[in-house]
């Protein structure tokens, strides 16, 4: 889906298509991509997509190899919680410094 939305801001900043026909043929609702292509979004342009006031804590890989882990721990039986994700999550923040929303007393992010 964010290719398309890339391709269709493309299509309508170049004038190949109109709003609507680009809002049709790549099933995007109109209102999202005139948003998106007037620059009216306070955070996310163009194709970029954006989690609201939230801001990525850890880096891309690292959520790789965190979400590969959980995997595993399934795969043997050892579920891990909500509450058990976000604690690690905590503690590897601590142990490398990166800054982020935490709560200290709960040890967990916010």
């Not at 939230?54 to 795969?75: A, D, G």
């Given at each position: 889906?964010?290719?398309?939305?890339?391709?269709?801001?493309?299509?309508?900043?170049?004038?190949?298509?109109?709003?609507?026909?680009?809002?049709?043929?790549?099933?995007?609702?109109?209102?999202?991509?005139?948003r998106?292509?007037?620059?009216?979004?306070?955070?996310?342009?163009?194709?970029?997509?954006?989690?609201?006031?939230?801001?990525?804590?850890?880096?891309?890989?690292?959520?790789?190899?965190?979400?590969?882990?959980?995997?595993?721990?399934?795969?043997?039986?050892?579920?891990?919680?909500?509450?058990?994700?976000?604690?690690?999550a905590y503690?590897?923040?601590?142990?490398?410094?990166?800054?982020?929303?935490?709560?200290?007393?709960?040890?967990?992010?916010?």
């Amino acid at each position: 889906m964010p290719e398309n939305m890339e391709e269709a801001t493309q299509k309508v900043k170049s004038k190949e298509l109109t709003l609507r026909e680009a809002s049709t043929t790549y099933g995007i609702p109109r209102a999202t991509l005139g948003r998106r292509v007037l620059g009216r979004n306070k955070i996310a342009k163009d194709a970029q997509k954006h989690l609201g006031r939230y801001e990525p804590v850890f880096v891309k890989e690292f959520e790789r190899e965190l979400k590969e882990y959980v995997l595993t721990m399934e795969s043997r039986f050892f579920g891990l919680t909500c509450d058990d994700l976000r604690r690690i999550a905590y503690q590897v923040a601590e142990k490398t410094g990166v800054a982020g929303r935490f709560n200290s007393e709960k040890k967990m992010p916010l």
